[in-house]
């Protein structure tokens, strides 16, 4: 029982010792800027998660869109990337007018960007072959 009474007071001191050795360095002020820099490196790995991601890839392969239907928040850029040896592009079914894709016929390894500013739903296709459907959703 008396061992016990010494432990438990060892273990309070040492957690006042060590409340106070935090409370110290939260005071001061060499601290606050490296708590300021981790965000950066952490939202930088963050970058896969989906709350932070601000650019998404889409594969255009076996003559689909992978993935076909996606929902990204405004100022998203989406990049395209062709796998197939057959040439693809990415043709908003409403033109470009409403803040939607159009880019170039896109050969094997190449890759195109947009970045979507409008809230909208966007439906797009491959113009050399309109069975090749997919759409875009933008959130605020
Ligand atoms: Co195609």
């Not at 395209?80 to 094997?108: E, F, I």
Request: proline fraction near 6%; glycine fraction near 8%.
């Amino acid at each position: 029982m008396k061992k016990f009474g010494i432990i438990l007071v060892l273990v309070v001191i040492s957690g006042i010792v060590v409340a106070f050795l935090l409370a110290n360095r939260t005071n001061d002020g060499a601290s606050s800027p490296s708590r300021t820099s981790p965000p950066p490196s952490t939202s930088s790995e963050g970058n896969s998660a989906t709350n932070t991601a601000e650019e998404v890839q889409i594969t255009i392969q076996n003559f689909a869109y992978e993935p076909k239907n996606i929902t990204v928040k405004k100022g998203t850029k989406v990049t395209w990337t062709n796998k197939d040896s057959v040439k693809h592009d990415v043709a908003s079914d409403d033109g470009s007018a409403a803040g939607g894709p159009k880019g170039p016929l896109l050969g094997k390894g190449e890759s195109y960007s947009h970045t979507f500013e409008t809230v909208g739903t966007f439906n797009y296709h491959c113009t050399p072959h309109p069975y090749m459907k997919a759409s875009v959703i933008v959130t605020e």
